[in-house]
């Protein structure tokens, strides 16, 4: 039989959760939030590794990353970049402590744009939710909060980042410049640009050349 026509079946244990001691010193922390599309969480994924990003903090009611949709749109990153998975908010606080990491959140509303940031050695955290619910702090019921109708009165909308006031994070929040026309980027879309503004910088010797 011809290699095409051969049919390969292997049994491999899925990578264990990254400790907190295999947290210390990361600069560039991705939060996962409740995004349940397959596509989008492996291709936030592969951005991260891409981009040079240490870690991806999968909170509860976040998509399966060993989901078959998630490993073929992730390209391998789901091996090669260390994933928390089913995180707990208590846990992520003491990341985000331990390595003095600033939390960054989209918002529409806010003042400064996300193309007029330049790269910064400052450690970032940046927390993306999911399009319906928000940054809510996976199904952890202590990080939900009450929720308004929005100004046509039908879908709800978070009256506060209600996951980050979990854990006690001071956030940065920007916005991504878009054409009045359009109201809102695919997640995935979204989280590679901003992972994008605030990568790390390159090393001075590379500047240098």
């Known amino acids: 039989r011809s290699a095409r026509n051969l049919g390969l079946v292997a049994e491999v244990a899925m990578p264990q959760n ?6 210390k010193g990361i ?12 596509g989008n969480l492996g291709t936030l994924l592969r951005t991260a590794l891409g981009l ?7 909170l509860r009611g976040t998509c399966d990353p060993w989901n078959q949709k998630v490993i073929r749109a992730a390209r391998g990153a789901s091996f090669r970049l260390p994933v928390v998975v089913g995180g707990s908010l ?6 985000i402590q331990q390595n003095e ?7 529409p509303h806010a003042t400064e744009s996300v193309y007029d940031l330049s790269p910064s050695e400052q450690g970032y955290a ?23 109708l929005d100004d046509a009165g039908e879908e709800p909308v978070a009256t506060s980042p209600s996951g980050l006031q979990a854990v006690g994070a001071s956030v940065k929040t920007v916005k991504i410049d878009m054409e009045p026309s359009m109201e809102s980027l695919n997640v995935a879309v979204a989280g590679g640009i901003l992972m994008h503004q605030f990568r790390l910088p390159p090393a001075a010797e590379e500047v240098a050349l």
């Not at 040079?52 to 999968?58: C, I, N, P, S, T």
């Not at 208590?90 to 990341?95: A, D, M, V």
């Open 18 to 23: 990254p400790s907190l001691a295999d947290a």
């Open 27 to 38: 600069r560039r922390l991705l939060i996962i939030d409740g995004v349940q599309d397959p």
């Open 52 to 58: 040079g990003w240490d870690m991806a903090y999968l």
């Open 90 to 95: 208590s846990e992520l606080q003491e990341i």
């Open 101 to 107: 990491l600033t939390v960054v959140a989209a918002d």
């Open 126 to 148: 940046l927390w993306l939710g999911s399009e319906g619910k928000g940054l809510a702090g996976g199904e952890w019921g202590e990080a939900m909060e009450q929720t308004d």
